[in-house]
Each structure stands twice: as structure tokens, then as C-alpha cells.
């Protein structure tokens, strides 16, 4: 397959199409459609073009942190971080994320597999770093 170079704005615009696909009859079987929209949402994700400013997603274990990515430094290597959030509400995990950033950069690599990871982890178990969306969550039961 030939790989077609995007900018950022495509590749989120070909995410979000597939997003707000619908089911039709006239598609054929229910469960076909949805195998084949799940595989095509994954390889959008996993061809989506960072750009600085965008709101990312660091995955650690069982938390999740909100951050934005500050340098392109090549097409598989990135900086990120953290955004300073609000508490409002711990134990139902609701944060007010705030533009103003926080912390020394993190370093992330893209992988063969597509998908982003900290720069000298291995990808499993490792922290993961996720570019099509931004949210907080610290899991209050640890």
C-alpha cells in the first residue's frame, strides 16, 4: 500500500469521517460493517500527523494526563507536555484542563506499529502517548 503524505488537518478530517459513519442495510452484514469501520479507525489513528499545539493524551498504567505536544523534531519523534488542570472533582475524576503548560518536556517516538510510545521504552508496557484526544483521569485508587 502506498503511503499518501497528509497534513495534520486531513488526517484528523479522515478520523472523524470514519467517526460518524452510520450503519445502512444496504451495506449488507451489521457485523462486516463494523469489523471494517473498527480497522479503518485504527489505521486513521495510527496515521494521524501531529502538529505543535495539538492536545494529546499520556497513558500511564491506569492514568491518564492531558498534555500537547511543543516540537516536531522528525515525522516519528515528538515532545510533549504536561497541561496544568484543575481539580474539581477527585473522586468522580473531574479536571478542568488549562492551557498553561507545566514540566520538562517528554520525548516520544512513533513505532512500527503505528502508535506512539516514550523514547527508550518498549512499546508493551510502556507509557503511551495517544494524539487523537485529550483528557485527565487519575485513578483515585491508587
Do not use: N, S, T
Given at each position: 500500500m502506498k503511503k499518501i503524505n497528509l497534513t495534520s488537518e486531513e488526517s484528523f478530517v479522515i478520523k472523524e469521517a470514519i467517526e460518524k459513519e452510520q450503519y445502512s442495510e444496504e451495506i449488507g452484514s451489521y457485523w462486516e460493517w463494523k469489523?471494517?469501520?473498527e480497522r479503518r479507525y485504527i489505521q486513521a489513528v495510527k496515521d494521524l500527523?501531529?502538529?505543535?499545539?495539538?492536545?494529546c493524551t499520556i497513558c500511564y498504567y491506569s492514568d491518564r494526563r492531558a498534555a500537547t505536544i511543543t516540537e516536531i523534531i522528525s515525522p516519528c519523534k515528538i515532545a510533549v507536555r504536561n497541561n496544568k488542570t484543575e481539580c474539581k472533582d477527585y473522586y468522580n475524576s473531574e479536571y478542568k484542563i488549562l492551557d498553561e503548560l507545566e514540566g520538562a518536556p517528554k520525548i516520544f517516538t512513533k513505532r512500527r506499529n503505528g502508535f506512539w510510545a516514550v523514547e527508550g521504552q518498549p512499546y508493551k508496557d510502556g507509557v503511551k502517548l495517544a494524539i487523537h484526544y485529550q483528557h485527565h483521569y487519575i485513578d483515585p485508587g491508587f
Open positions: 469489523e471494517d469501520k500527523v501531529p502538529r505543535v499545539g495539538l492536545g
